[in-house]
């Protein structure tokens, strides 16, 4: 039997550029002469529509089958105003799979194409050698799932609690080491140190990992200093590894300097080689099913999933390659064009990418 992929589309564009990343992987079995199953489930706003609830529990339990998640994106207005919001498709769907997996490590490259340079919200003189960082995220804990969380006072008081615990922090670190080792051997960790408890242990915590990896440079920086930096000198950054809250800010502020959300992919890792793998992006509602969606970061997180979930390192390369040379060529989707280039639609960007593997 080969590997299983459960393969989510979920809402808005998701169903479109999932598509092309699977014809990347058909592709990418005859190629290297290998076979993977594929199973389908219901996943979002889609979900809610046919079952009444955004994860169905035949999804999870596929999920939990799987060797790996293949996820477009999920949400959308029609399904914004869901009462209660725990039924809403990122709320009841994306958060909880993540926990239930637990998927802790997000890892999100934010790579700048030499190609696409003229894209970058920076100006050429700070990104025209290109960019390519990764920030590595904590998934699972912090602020977002710490308790008590809710109102009190008849609504007129709010609290979310930030809780972190010695071990989640260690395991973090460690992918945060363990992938600088495979890059610049250089790690920089981002806290609050000087202002949150939770940041003062992430900070003792991540140093004393440190200490085992001698042969990895760590540095610290404060969160906000980090926000800044990323713009003023962006190419200062390899590995940046950061709690939940700081990292989904730090990490959609890197996704911009490369140019367009629609290049961005991510895998989102447990203790073992299983993970979802997901563009960064949502789903688009303004362009959805108009064959205008960029598939690219569908694609490239099919390469991670090559990757991570299945050791098929030379597959990985050649997806990633391909998708380097298919933008080298001119090929552009509207949302990476820069003007005068001819504009191609979401189904002919994967044909590109599956020609340049050749
Ligand atoms: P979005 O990422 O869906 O879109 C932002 C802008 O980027 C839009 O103009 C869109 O057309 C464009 N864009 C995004 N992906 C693109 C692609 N592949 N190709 C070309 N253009 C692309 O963010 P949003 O509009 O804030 O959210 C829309 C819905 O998606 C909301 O319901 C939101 O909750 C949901 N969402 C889901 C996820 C997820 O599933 N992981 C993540 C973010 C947002």
């Not at 460690?174 to 140190?193: H, I, N, Q, T, W």
């Not at 959300?261 to 979802?276: E, R, V």
């Not at 303004?286 to 999933?305: F, R, V, Y």
């Amino acid at each position: 039997m080969g590997k299983l992929i459960a393969v989510l589309p979920g809402d808005g564009i998701g169903p479109e550029i999932v598509e092309q990343a699977l014809r990347v992987l058909h592709k990418v079995e005859e190629a290297f002469e290998t076979k993977f199953d594929y199973e389908e489930a219901l996943i979002g706003g889609v979900a809610f529509d046919e079952t009444g609830h955004p994860l169905p529990p035949e999804t999870l339990s596929l999920c939990k089958r799987a060797d790996a998640i293949l996820f477009g994106a999920v949400g959308g207005p029609k399904w914004d105003q869901i009462q209660p919001p725990t039924l809403r498709p990122e709320l009841g769907a994306l958060l909880p799979l993540r926990k239930e997996l637990g998927l802790f490590a997000n890892l999100r490259p934010a790579r700048l194409y030499p190609a696409l340079a003229g894209s970058s919200a920076l100006k050429s003189d700070l990104v025209g050698g290109g960019l390519d960082i990764l920030v590595v995220r904590e998934l699972i804990g912090g602020i977002y799932f710490g308790e008590p969380k809710g109102r009190t006072d008849n609504g007129t008081r709010a609290v979310d609690t930030c809780v972190y615990t010695q071990g989640e922090i260690e395991r973090i670190a460690r992918v945060g080491f363990e992938a600088a080792r495979k890059r610049s051997k250089r790690l920089c960790s981002v806290d609050k140190a000087n202002v949150l408890e939770t940041s003062r242990l992430w900070r003792e915590m991540v140093t004393r990992i440190g200490s085992e990896y001698p042969d990895v440079e760590l540095t610290h920086i404060l969160v906000d200093n980090c926000a800044m930096q990323l713009v003023r000198n962006p190419a200062q950054f390899d590995v940046i590894v950061t709690e939940n809250l700081f990292g989904d800010i730090l990490s959609d502020e890197a996704s911009m300097l490369t140019g367009s959300l629609g290049m961005l992919p991510s895998a989102s890792l447990g203790t073992g080689t299983f993970g979802l793998y997901e563009p960064i992006h949502g789903s688009a509602p303004d362009i959805a099913g108009q064959n205008k969606a960029n598939p690219l970061a569908t694609i490239l997180s099919a390469a991670m999933m090559l990757r991570h979930s299945f050791a098929m390192e030379d597959a990985a390369k050649c997806v990633e390659s391909a998708v380097e040379m298919a933008l080298a060529k001119g090929a552009r989707t509207a949302d990476i064009a820069s003007g005068g280039e001819e504009i191609v639609g979401t189904k002919v960007m994967g044909d590109i990418v599956i020609r340049e593997m050749n």
